[in-house]
Structures are given as C-alpha cells and as structure tokens.
C-alpha cells in the first residue's frame, strides 16, 4: 500500500472520513482554517528560500497579502481577524527569528519511505517543511497554525516528527550514529514558541509497527465513524452516520415524527425521577429510526440525541501478573481492573502496554443515549 503521513493521520482520527478521502475519492472544498494554514507554510518557505538577502518582514508581510484568499470567508469580521492573525504571527517570528542566521538544508522537502519487509512492504510518503543544519548535527522543523499548544510530553512522542525523521535517516543513513543530536521541532506561530525533541532508535521501530497496524486496519476495511473534535471543519457531514441527519432539509424522508420524538426526549430528561416510562418508549422510536436510517445521531430543534454502545472490560489476571512482576509492578495493583492498570500504564514499557491491551476482553455490551442541549452533555 502507498499511503501519506496526512492520509493515516486522518484515519487515526476518523477512519470513516479516510474511506471517503482515500477510497471513495469524495472532494469536499478546503476549509478556511486549511486554506489559512497553506497560506502560511507558504509565506515561511518564502521568508526562508536561499538568498543572498532575505526577505524583509516588510517583503514577507507583502507576499502574504498577495497571496491571501478572501474567497473562503464568508463573513468580512472573520476574515479581517484571520488576516490580523497571520500578519502578527509574521511579525512575531521576525522578532525572534532572523532569517539571515538560518542554515536552511532544504525546504518542502518531499520523502517516501519503505516500512515492513516481504509482501508485508509498504510505502509512507510526506512533506518536510523544513531541515536546518545546526552547530552540532541537524534540526528537523514543522510549522503549526494551531490555536492550541501541547505538552512538551506529546512533542516527545508526536507520530509525525518520528516519521520525518525516519525520512530523513533514510537520506542520511550515516547520521544514524549521531541520533542523539539530531532534533525534531514542532514551531507554533500563534504562540511564537517552539518545543524540540530527540529520538531513539528503539522509539522509530516502535513508529514502524505502529504505521504497519494501522495500515492493518485499513486493509481490513474498518471505516467506522468517530466523533473527535476537528468534526466541525469536516466536509463529510453530510454523508456522515453521526452528522447527516442535521441536513434533514435534503433527505426526501420525512422526519416530522422523530423531530417531535427528539424534541420530547430532551424536555424528558429534566422529569427523569418521574418520566422513566416515556422515556424508555422514545428511546424505541429513535432507535428503531436510527437503525432505520443507518445514523448514530439525530438532530431536534432543540437539541441532538446520539446513541453509544458501551463496553465494559475485564482482565484476565493470570496474564497481567505475568507481565506485571518483571517490572515489579504487580503490587502497584491492589485489584485487576481498569482503573488500577490505568494508573501505572504511563511509566510501563511500550511492549508491556501493548500485551496489557491483548489481556483485555469485552465483558458486558450495552447501548445508551446522550442529549446535547445549551452546550450540556447529559448522560
């Protein structure tokens, strides 16, 4: 298989939009906040082109307004603030990086690369923003537009930075000897802060195998919907089990009576003591509609009902003592359940993790109901 780092980033977040991405080949247009986002790396890589002079803040801030695209906004408050946004993140960078001092190795640097052996070869290809060489070996450099900012923990561990550096091993195998010094960064322009890490070669062959699972999955046809926070600038809505029964206004079904059926649920949920009757009967309806329509969530005029199931786990206690008492972390747990093994899973070895996850084994399923109503979630 031939896949991007963007294209399994998508599936590790929705593996149902990488099916209409990927496979389906649906286009949907580009959001603001990507158009944003190309329009900056673009601006940066300007700033940063070999040169005998570099281009002045005044130069960048120049090419930035030339090139920005107006067309994706459709409110003039929005866009004026996205433009005062890019222009002070520009500015910001100027105050603290001097693009004459840089010693730019390559920029967009494009990468394929080979991971798993026999008939089990794939290739992963991307895009390197940017490979610095420094004083003591090189720095590899990726720009984020983010309005948030992580922990330096998941700079540390970022999939992404594992496998440009990876790419960037397999341009220069011989710097594989100076592993420890090699740098991968993560620089966020709103924030003007840039978090660096460094790698082991045991951290990249643990990258491997993680790319080889999900790449796995992907073969095996597991495209199920997953609700996560980057829902709100996905095009797919539309089509998606989770979202499309929002877009009641395009279907040719009539959905009058679930409307009313949604309305009631909600105004229920605060009479729960005394409604429980009339709550278990809508349930009914809206399930059985929701198996009706193939949808997870159904949209009312004041609120959205979506449908869980739910698992509870057990763990074979055999098998996580076997693993456990090498580490001397057996006593750490003073029962077998989640919430112990959770508490000391961040200092476990990846393997160790790994083998916890195979002992764990469905107990119980259930199905449930959340309402969403004036930004509450009530279970």
């Known amino acids: ?226 609700v996560n926070p980057l829902c709100d600038w996905c095009g797919y809505q539309n089509i998606c089990p989770m979202w499309k029964h929002k877009f009641k206004e395009k279907r040719k079904l009539d959905t009058e009576e679930v409307n009313e059926a949604v309305k009631k649920y909600i105004e229920s949920k605060s009479q729960i003591n005394t409604l429980k009757s009339q709550l278990s009967n809508l349930e009914s309806q809206i399930s059985e509609y929701m198996d009706q329509e193939g949808v997870e969530r159904v949209f009312g005029e004041n609120g959205i009902i979506a449908r869980t199931l739910r698992k509870t786990y057990k763990y074979n206690e055999k098998k996580i003592r076997e693993i456990l008492e090498p580490l001397d972390k057996w006593e750490d747990v003073l029962k077998v359940d989640g919430i112990a093994l959770k508490n000391i899973l961040g200092v476990l070895p990846f393997d160790a993790r790994k083998e916890i996850e195979k002992a764990k084994v469905v107990d119980k399923e259930s199905k449930s109901f959340s309402v969403k109503k004036n930004n509450n979630i009530e279970e």
């Open 1 to 226: 298989m031939r896949i991007s780092y963007s294209a399994l980033e998508t599936y590790k977040t929705c593996p149902l939009k990488y099916k209409f991405q990927e496979v389906d080949k649906i286009k949907t247009p580009k959001s603001k906040e990507a158009v944003f986002g190309t329009i900056m790396h673009s601006t940066l890589n300007f700033i940063h082109t070999p040169s005998m002079l570099p281009p002045t803040l005044e130069q960048a801030l120049d090419y930035f307004s030339r090139n920005w695209n107006s067309e994706v906004f459709e409110v003039e408050l929005e866009e004026r603030a996205a433009f005062s946004q890019g222009v002070s993140m520009i500015q910001d960078y100027y105050r603290k990086n001097d693009p004459a001092k840089s010693n730019i190795v390559d920029l967009e640097s494009r990468f394929q690369i080979e991971i798993g052996e026999d008939e089990n070869k794939h290739v992963v290809s991307g895009i390197i923003d940017r490979i610095d060489k420094t004083e003591e070996s090189y720095e590899i450099i990726d720009y984020k537009t983010t309005k948030k900012m992580p922990s330096q923990e998941k700079v540390d561990n970022d999939l992404q930075l594992s496998i440009y550096l990876q790419a960037f091993l397999n341009r220069y195998p011989k710097e594989i000897e100076n592993i420890d010094k090699l740098k991968v960064s993560l620089y966020f322009l709103k924030h003007g802060v840039k978090l660096t890490a460094t790698r082991t070669p045991e951290q990249l062959e643990k990258i491997k195998n993680l790319f080889l699972d999900v790449i796995k999955q992907i073969e095996e046809g597991k495209f199920y919907a997953q």
